[in-house]
Every structure is written in structure tokens, then in C-alpha cells.
């Protein structure tokens, strides 16, 4: 009966370290995902601004703001 209940708390042990890594490793790719959408949207904001009049024209403009 022992050896059963020790065999099971390696297999838990096991288990929570694995939950561990796989808790570290999300947090990074959290971390990246939050660094790529912040330059993506700099980069957007300061490369798309000047060109956003001339690549949209201006009869279709007003429906690419729209709320609607």
C-alpha cells in the first residue's frame, strides 16, 4: 500500500513541475507576445501615419472609421 502511495506522489511531483515549466514558459511568451504588439504598433503608428491619406482614399475612408 505504501509503495502505491509513494508511486502516486512521484507521479503529483512530477506533474507539478511540469505545471511549473509549462507556467514559466507561458509567461515568457506572454512577455513576447506583449513586446511584438507594442513595436508592431509603434511601427505601424510611425510608418502607416504619413501613408494612411494616401493609401486610403478618401470616399472610403469615412466607412474604415465608422462605428457601425
Same mark, same amino acid.
Request: charged share 20%; net charge positive.
Given at each position: 500500500m505504501?509503495?502505491i502511495?509513494?508511486q ?7 506533474q507539478?513541475? @511540469? ?6 514558459a =507561458?509567461?515568457? #511568451?506572454?512577455s513576447?507576445?506583449?513586446? !511584438? @504588439?507594442s513595436v508592431s504598433?509603434?511601427n505601424? =503608428?510611425?510608418? #502607416?501615419?504619413p501613408?494612411?491619406s494616401? !493609401? ?10 465608422s462605428?457601425?
Amino acid at each position: 500500500m505504501q509503495s502505491i502511495v509513494k508511486q502516486k506522489q512521484k507521479v503529483i511531483e512530477a506533474q507539478e513541475r @511540469r505545471i511549473k515549466t509549462l507556467d514559466n514558459a =507561458n509567461a515568457k #511568451l506572454m512577455s513576447a507576445l506583449h513586446q !511584438l @504588439r507594442s513595436v508592431s504598433q509603434t511601427n505601424n =503608428n510611425s510608418m #502607416l501615419g504619413p501613408l494612411r491619406s494616401t !493609401l486610403i482614399s478618401p470616399d472610403v475612408a469615412e466607412f474604415k472609421t465608422s462605428s457601425c
